[in-house]
């Protein structure tokens, strides 16, 4: 084994720590092989959905192991305890004696039983001398947990800065938070089109969002449905497109949002600084009482 060292936990309202009693280990490896796990992981049908955060913690919580030719890594029928990279070798599936396939050189395998919690769908047996990276399934259970968990507290910090939500209870921002998800847009791109229809409600997190050339930027806090930006359109005949710059959204189905939002304040009782922002509002306030 090489050296260990305490991972460190990422900042968060919640202390890591309390989430679970399990220390997470980190084991040191060259370059080459965090790259290989890594690309393992992400080439994975089953794991390349994992967040990137997760991918890393996982690749950093690998250890090395090896067996020798002709030893059985997993067998099926077993409870699965541990997923696993080839780091070098061949492994042989087979299911019910018959062969399925070889596995070679930076693929992961062992992930189903841990993934589904069912027990071993097959057998993999060593073609070669192996080497391989392994993490329990209590490790990788970990890590998707305290992920869950770190993100719902992060978004529920995030939503209580926003003015819009600050009249929410804890309860609801906590809701909110656990129907939100995270979507990336590089500068340029396109959030929606005129004309598109859709449920999705944006809220930016980081980032800015630009309508049009002679419209103020939209930024982190402001919020926006595609409907809503429909009917803004109408309101402002010179809006044709959102133009995204850097932003990065969250998005989450209107309908919750309004069965959550439902005690935001209604925008006719409220001063505006303009028109603008007020005919904005309005059309968000239309926008989601058209929700059914
Ligand atoms: P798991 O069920 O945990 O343990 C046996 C592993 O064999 C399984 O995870 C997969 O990683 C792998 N496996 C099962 N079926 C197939 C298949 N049809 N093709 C490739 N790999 C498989």
């Known amino acids: 084994r090489t050296k260990r060292q305490a991972i460190s936990a990422e900042p968060t309202a919640l202390d890591p720590s309390q989430l679970t009693d399990v220390t997470l280990t980190s084991y040191c490896k060259s370059k080459e092989s965090n790259e290989l796990i890594q690309r393992a992981l992400m080439d994975n049908d089953f794991m390349k959905h994992l967040e990137h955060g997760q991918i890393l913690t996982i690749m950093d919580c690998m250890h090395p192991t090896s067996l020798t030719k002709g030893c059985c890594v997993i067998q099926e029928g077993d409870d699965g305890s541990t997923v696993y990279v080839l780091e070098e070798g061949m492994v042989e599936v087979t ?4 062969k399925l396939c070889t596995i070679g050189q930076g693929k992961v395998f062992g992930e189903l039983a841990i993934l589904y919690n069912c027990t071993r769908t097959a057998t993999v047996t060593a073609l070669t001398d192996i080497k391989l990276w392994a993490i329990d399934r209590q490790g990788f259970q970990t890590i998707m947990m305290r992920t ?5 507290s992060q978004y529920t910090d995030f939503l ?3 003015p819009s939500f600050q009249s929410l209870t804890e309860d609801i921002l906590s809701k909110l938070a656990d129907v939100l998800e995270e979507t990336h847009y590089s500068d340029s791109d396109y959030i929606i089109r005129q004309g598109a229809t859709g449920d999705t409600f944006f809220i930016i997190s980081e980032g800015q969002v630009r309508k049009s050339e002679n419209l103020p930027t939209l930024s982190k806090g402001d919020w926006f449905g595609e409907q809503s930006v429909a009917h803004f359109a109408l309101l402002c ?8 710059c850097s932003a990065a959204h969250l998005h989450i189905f209107p309908r919750s949002f309004k069965q959550l939002i439902g005690g935001l304040d209604d925008v006719n009782n409220k001063q505006y600084d303009s028109d603008e922002v007020k005919a904005k509002l309005q059309a968000e306030a239309d926008y989601f009482s058209s929700v059914t």
Do not use: A, M, P, Y
């Open 95 to 98: 299911k019910q004696g018959k």
């Open 148 to 152: 869950g968990l770190i993100k719902l």
């Open 160 to 162: 209580r800065s926003v």
């Open 237 to 244: 005949k010179d809006i044709f497109v959102l133009l995204v």
